[in-house]
């Protein structure tokens, strides 16, 4: 008889993770608030662990993890997670990306809505037993132009709600096609445009070195006098001190940031600013999003666990076990093309298309696409991306990889390349 596998919940997550888990025969025990070191002891007992964001999974208590096979994440950032650890030992990370889709789009209107009108404030002052309502004349959403910075699944579901209010939406992603832009009635244009037209802007993006700062005083001045800014992504995005000058100069009217770069903010001047409004990091915090990702990181572990299939994972090391000798030098070469392009390229990428000649690169073909697109969209994409996620993220965004078998390849016995076009800025 084999043994029960067991697992391990070390964050405050709903009852139906652990009934379902349950059900499917697995032995859970459920120990949130764990110290670290009573964590270390026990963690060598679980093949499967999940956590929120509380718990951080280090390199160290990974080493101590011996029978550890998956690690789910209840969410969609896995900055608590030592992923490289992991996938060293052959663990499988997985987390939940659009879980939180909706939750996170909703906490974005409700901070640009409370900012158009002052609403934060308002309440404050009303609390403080002053009725000034000269003071906190709002302006209205109708007809102003909204900029989204990164067109991913959070992006889109915030530009359907914002048109609902009569909002113009222009965006830019430098991946996402015209023709998908087109269906959601998005405007695509480029970065300067969005920063010259926006009266709101709103950035769902990763933290990349690409998009780190991105807002910056070169930027901020490059838009609109007056716009208002809304981060309910990640915070970095936007340098809080540009954007403290920015508003004391009244370049910016108003922020509202859900996101900081130190979290928990800690002596941060913007937090006292008159015209800036903020939450603590809520973006996912409700109860159908809790639900949602407990239920799915559930089935995610039970699949992974039982060898039922994968989905939601963050690393595709350990599955490249299976792949051929031959074809793994390739699939690296591929990731690094794909991440080579994203680095290189400023403008949108388009008429992508795989060049591939010999047998063993031509026989693997669809495998080194998806390890192409991963290269690529990882540093786009908001959401970790591996070689099963990257074609289906692809498909959503409307890109389109072709493919061009021999050409060149009769010079050696394996060729792959990448052609591609980028539209400058």
């Known amino acids: 008889m084999s043994k029960t596998q067991k697992i391990l919940i070390s964050d405050s997550l709903e009852q139906s993770l652990m009934d379902l888990l349950a059900r499917e025969g697995f032995e859970v025990d459920y120990k949130p608030g764990l110290p670290a070191d009573e964590l270390k002891k026990i963690i060598g007992a679980y093949d499967g662990l999940v956590v929120r964001s509380s718990t951080k999974v280090t390199a160290e208590l990974i080493s101590l993890s011996t029978n550890m096979k998956v690690i789910g994440r209840a969410g969609t950032g896995v900055d608590n997670i030592d992923v490289g650890a992991a996938t060293r030992r052959g663990i499988l990370v997985m987390n939940t990306p659009g879980g939180n889709t909706i939750s996170a789009a909703e906490h974005t209107v409700s901070m640009l809505l409370s900012l158009a009108r002052n609403i934060p404030q308002a309440h404050m002052s009303l609390v403080r037993g002053e009725w000034e309502r000269k003071k906190f004349i ?188 031959e074809v793994k030098p390739y699939l690296v070469l591929a990731e690094k093309i794909g991440s080579l392009v994203a680095q290189l390229t400023s403008g949108k990428v388009q008429n992508l298309s795989i060049v591939a000649s010999g047998e063993v690169v031509v026989s693997s073909i669809e495998l080194l696409k998806a390890g192409l697109l991963k290269g690529l969209l990882s540093h786009i994409y908001p959401d970790p991306v591996n070689i099963i996620s990257a074609p289906i993220l692809a498909r959503e965004l409307g890109l389109v990889l072709g493919e061009q078998r021999g050409g060149d390849g009769e010079s050696y016995t394996s060729l792959l390349g990448l052609q591609y076009q980028a539209e400058k800025e």
């Open 138 to 325: 709002g302006t209205e959403v109708l007809e102003k132009t909204l900029g989204v910075i990164g067109l991913g699944k959070i992006g889109r579901e915030v530009a359907l709600r914002c048109q609902a209010f009569g909002m113009k939406v222009i965006g830019y992603d430098p991946l996402l096609s015209a023709e998908v832009a087109a269906k959601s009635n998005i405007e695509l244009c480029s970065l300067d445009e969005l920063y010259r037209r926006s009266d709101f802007i709103t950035v769902h993006t990763p933290l990349t070195t690409e998009t780190k700062a991105l807002l910056n005083d070169a930027t901020l001045a490059k838009c609109k006098r007056g716009v208002r800014l809304v981060n309910c992504a990640r915070g970095g995005i936007i340098d809080e001190l540009a954007l403290l000058r920015a508003l004391e100069s009244g370049q910016v009217a108003g922020a509202a940031l859900d996101v900081f770069e130190v979290e928990p903010p800690k002596n941060n001047a913007l937090l006292s600013h008159p015209r800036m409004i903020a939450t603590p990091h809520l973006g996912a915090s409700t109860e159908e999003a809790q639900e949602k990702v407990a239920v799915q990181i559930a089935h995610q572990i039970a699949d992974a666990l039982l060898g039922r299939g994968y989905a939601g994972l963050v690393n595709g090391a350990p599955l490249q076990l299976s792949i051929k000798e």
